[in-house]
């Protein structure tokens, strides 16, 4: 398609496929992953941690989402981009977090938002869905309830925890959630939970039997140091490649073998 939307993803579900998701939070990286033919590309509040430093995702405002969220969207030709409501901007009520998804859909042209949170949120989903907003609900660990869960661990273990989190996402659908996303839950619980709803789900250290799948880009490209979550998959090592690079031109700035003729004009 032309432009990836709510409706690809629910073919998918429909025909058995799955599709992928990156994070992106400017225009470069989205443009590349659009043109590698990713289906959607989430501006995540994850921009905290991995573009400005912060140790959490709790700082990050709606307007700082929005200055990332707007340089994405002019780089995805394709892709649909689903921009996360930051913490702060939509908990008080369905007013507070519909007025905040109006203001990305208006000043960032965003396709879709992204929520935290269980069937607690019903009614939020509900009134930004009528105003014609998509939103993608996110359970298992929320990042921006790390102090209330006890920091980052699986969600959704021990006894009918299977059957409360069916009970969740299902609500979340039946409020017009266009798709669930579950992070840190059991391979097994997530299959359930998938095979219970008739709209699309995507995980991130949930299986492979969600329809989707979502990494953080600087955790699959190597871009960033530390230990990586399990669930990471690291398809590059930028961050060996981008130092290497950088050692090479201070060493040739240093010797004078940067810039060579060729790099300077003549008069
Ligand atoms: O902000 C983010 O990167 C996310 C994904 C990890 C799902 O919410
Ligand atoms: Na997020």
Redesign the pocket.
């Given at each position: 398609p032309s432009r990836y939307r709510t409706v690809h993803l629910q073919q998918a579900k429909d025909e058995g496929r799955h599709f992928a998701m990156l994070?992106a939070y400017d225009f470069q990286m989205a443009q590349i992953f659009d043109q590698a033919g990713i289906e959607t590309i989430?501006v995540?509040?994850?921009a905290a941690n991995n573009v400005m430093g912060h140790a959490t995702?709790l700082p990050i405002t709606l307007d700082e989402m929005i200055v990332f969220a707007s340089s994405v969207v002019r780089a995805a030709q394709h892709a649909m981009v689903v921009c996360?409501l930051p913490f702060g901007s939509y908990e008080l009520s369905p007013e507070q977090g519909t007025a905040s998804a109006i203001r990305l859909v208006k000043e960032a042209s965003v396709h879709a938002v992204?929520m935290e949170g269980g069937s607690r949120y019903a009614e939020h989903i509900r009134m930004m869905t009528a105003a014609g907003v998509p939103v993608m609900a996110?359970i298992g660990f929320t990042?921006q309830s790390e102090n209330v869960l006890g920091g980052y661990r699986v969600q959704g273990r021990g006894d009918d925890a299977a059957a409360r989190m069916i009970q969740e996402a299902t609500a979340l659908q039946d409020a017009g959630a266009f798709c669930v996303?579950m992070?840190m839950v059991p391979s097994e619980v997530a299959r359930q939970v998938d095979e219970a709803l008739r709209v699309p789900t995507i995980g991130?250290g949930a299986g492979n039997a969600t329809t989707g799948q979502?990494l953080?880009w600087q955790d699959m490209l190597g871009l960033r140091s530390g230990k990586m979550p399990r669930f990471v998959k690291q398809y590059a090592d930028l961050r060996s490649v981008v130092h290497d690079a950088v050692t090479s031109y201070v060493q040739e700035v240093r010797s004078g073998a940067f810039p060579a003729p060729e790099h300077g004009f003549e008069s």
């Open positions: 994070t989430l995540g509040d994850s995702t996360d992204k996110h990042p996303l992070e991130i979502v953080v």
